[in-house]
């Protein structure tokens, strides 16, 4: 497995590439360094096709003040977030020319303080009837896990790393349209759909995506 990036909130090295030897991988060509900027005019987790979890409160604007607390399961004293107390939305791509990485924001939209701890299940998803292309994305197995204490309004990221279609032979990738993402948020069995149309590798086991642990987002 080989880095790909650092961030600056908390130390975290992310890998892009495989958790078995059966995935086809690529060698990226740069590393982001800094914590994404916070969510603006992201595209947002709207209605489709596997969009099960609907926010269960108005959204926040505020200013991030979350906490976060090396390792360990979430505390007793602060109820983890479910699907429903959530809002996921896409911040914008950057990367190589080959190599993508894009920062998924989930903000707490309940009136209540939650704890988000670990990774969010990530897949890629097409059609109407919102089925599953290629593999769920790989864990970033690197990437310290933490705790972090969102409240309402606060914003927390799991930076999702991708591979272009174009770097695999098409017969090899078996290329097609996708509309989005089906994510989970850590420990829940209801999952949102976050749209984002692009292209992805419809053969098994190869082009599979990579997913760091959650952090909270720095305060600006």
């Given at each position: 497995?080989?880095?790909?990036?650092?961030l600056l909130?908390?130390?975290a090295v992310?890998?892009a590439?495989?958790t078995?030897?059966?995935?086809?991988?690529?060698t990226?060509?740069?590393t982001?360094?800094?914590?994404?900027?916070?969510?603006t005019s992201?595209?947002s987790?709207s209605?489709?096709?596997?969009?099960?979890?609907?926010p269960?409160?108005?959204?926040k604007?505020?200013?991030?003040?979350?906490t976060?607390?090396?390792?360990?399961?979430a505390?007793t004293a602060?109820?983890r977030?479910?699907?429903g107390?959530?809002?996921?939305t896409?911040?914008r791509?950057?990367g190589?020319?080959?190599?993508?990485?894009q920062?998924?924001y989930?903000t707490?939209?309940?009136?209540?303080a939650?704890?988000?701890?670990?990774y969010?299940?990530v897949s890629?998803?097409?059609?109407d009837?919102g089925h599953?292309?290629?593999?769920?994305f790989?864990r970033?197995?690197f990437n310290p896990?933490?705790?972090?204490t969102l409240?309402?309004?606060d914003?927390?990221y799991?930076?999702?790393?991708?591979?272009?279609?174009?770097?695999?032979?098409?017969g090899?990738?078996?290329p097609v349209s996708?509309?989005?993402?089906?994510?989970?948020?850590p420990?829940?069995?209801k999952?949102?759909f976050?749209?984002g149309?692009?292209k992805?590798?419809s053969a098994?086991g190869?082009?599979v995506?990579?997913?760091?642990?959650?952090l909270?987002?720095?305060?600006d």
């Open positions: 497995m080989r880095p790909l990036l650092l909130a908390v130390p992310f890998v590439g495989c078995t030897s059966s995935h086809s991988t690529a990226p060509t740069s982001p360094t800094t914590a994404p900027a916070a969510p992201a595209a987790a209605a489709g096709p596997v969009d099960t979890g609907t269960s409160g108005p959204a604007t505020g200013t991030p003040t979350g976060k607390s090396s390792g360990g399961a505390g602060t109820p977030c479910h699907t107390d959530l809002k996921l896409l911040g791509r950057g190589s020319t080959d190599t993508k990485f920062p998924l989930l707490n939209v309940a009136d209540r939650c704890t988000l701890h670990g969010p299940g890629v998803v097409a059609g009837d599953q292309v290629g593999d769920a790989d970033a197995t896990k933490v705790t972090v409240a309402p309004g914003v927390a799991a930076i999702l790393a991708t591979h272009d279609v174009g770097m695999f032979p098409a090899k990738c078996k996708v509309r989005g993402y089906r994510v989970y948020p420990d829940e069995t999952s949102i976050v749209a149309a692009t992805a590798c098994k190869v082009n995506g990579n997913v760091a642990a959650i909270i987002h720095p305060v």
